[in-house]
């Protein structure tokens, strides 16, 4: 019979770091689609809305094209 593992403890994970990488996933993911020119939705208020790829790119700082703007 296998031996029961055990799952780390939470002091020795980086609870940071997991949320940076994830907040970096999705962004990546989101710039992926707006490249391609789909929509993605998402839920607010409960609600499903599309976001268009201007909106995408509006949100991080990117001009309708994807790059980043001249200051």
């Known amino acids: 019979m296998a ?9 020795i994970i980086d ?7 994830h907040e970096q996933a999705a962004r990546d993911a989101l710039l992926e689609h707006a490249r391609m ?16 790829p201007a909106e995408i790119f509006a949100r991080y700082g990117l001009d309708e094209n994807g790059k980043p703007k001249a200051e």
């Not at 031996?3 to 002091?11: G, H």
């Not at 020119?37 to 268009?52: M, Q, T």
């Open 3 to 11: 031996e029961p593992t055990t799952l780390p403890t939470t002091d």
């Open 15 to 21: 609870q940071a770091a997991v949320n940076a990488a």
């Open 37 to 52: 020119g789909r929509s993605v939705c998402e839920s607010r208020d409960g609600k499903v809305v599309w976001i268009s």
